[in-house]
């Protein structure tokens, strides 16, 4: 067993262990620094399949963004965790159930022809000067522009909901209107008081 091969089992075994913990756990903020081990070791694995750029970028966005942000919200809302334990045992039946069925799924899924190792071999070294960035760039903008057009469309209409959604107007809400401001003049807010000097 080469170098590489030991690496990818430690890490890809971390890695089923986050995703344990982060579904077992019951407390959110251990849930999302479960979730940020695993984000971890899964970009070390894609730096194995020599896939820097959506390794970096999984870092970057989900574990330096995403997760940061999920961590604020969960801390600051204060989640009651008494009613959420309340329920465990009393699903945990069908929860199983549900979970041995993708297990089986997935284990049919995977023992199929179309994942055996001749149609999917190890990927070949690349050199130095390879730039699979450029390659990803060539994939989405050529062959699949069409989806990354809908994927745009879709998210910008996501981003215009939200906007749309926190922009109504509530009549106990304080605000200040920029055109307003803009027409006062220094005799609507200034007034000169003369008065008998004091000694």
Not at 144 to 156: G, R, S
Not at 173 to 198: C, H, I, N
Request: no cysteine; hydrophobic share 60%; glycine share 4%.
């Amino acid at each position: 067993m080469g170098f590489q091969v030991v690496v990818f089992w430690i890490f890809s075994l971390v890695l089923i262990g986050a995703a344990v913990g982060v579904i077992t756990t019951r407390n959110p903020v251990q849930a999302a620094l479960w979730l940020v081990l695993a984000f971890f070791n899964s970009a070390i694995i894609w730096m194995l399949m020599e896939a820097e750029f959506l390794a970096i970028t999984l870092v970057l966005v989900y574990v330096g963004a995403v997760m940061v942000l999920f961590l604020f919200v969960v801390m600051m809302l204060d989640v009651n965790l008494v009613p959420q334990r309340e329920g465990f045992t009393r699903y945990l039946p069908l929860g199983g159930l549900i979970a041995a069925t993708i297990v089986v799924q997935m284990i049919f899924l995977i023992r199929m022809r179309w994942f055996s190792a001749e149609n999917y071999p190890a990927p070949v070294p690349r050199d130095a000067d390879y730039s699979n960035t450029e390659e990803l760039g060539l994939a989405i903008y050529t062959d699949y522009l069409f989806q990354f057009e809908v994927a745009a469309v879709i998210l910008l209409v996501a981003i215009i909901a939200a906007i749309a959604l926190t922009m109504r107007r509530r009549p106990d809400t304080k605000y200040q209107t920029p055109g307003e401001q803009v027409k006062v003049k220094k005799e609507d807010r200034l007034r000169v008081v003369s008065m008998d000097a004091e000694k």
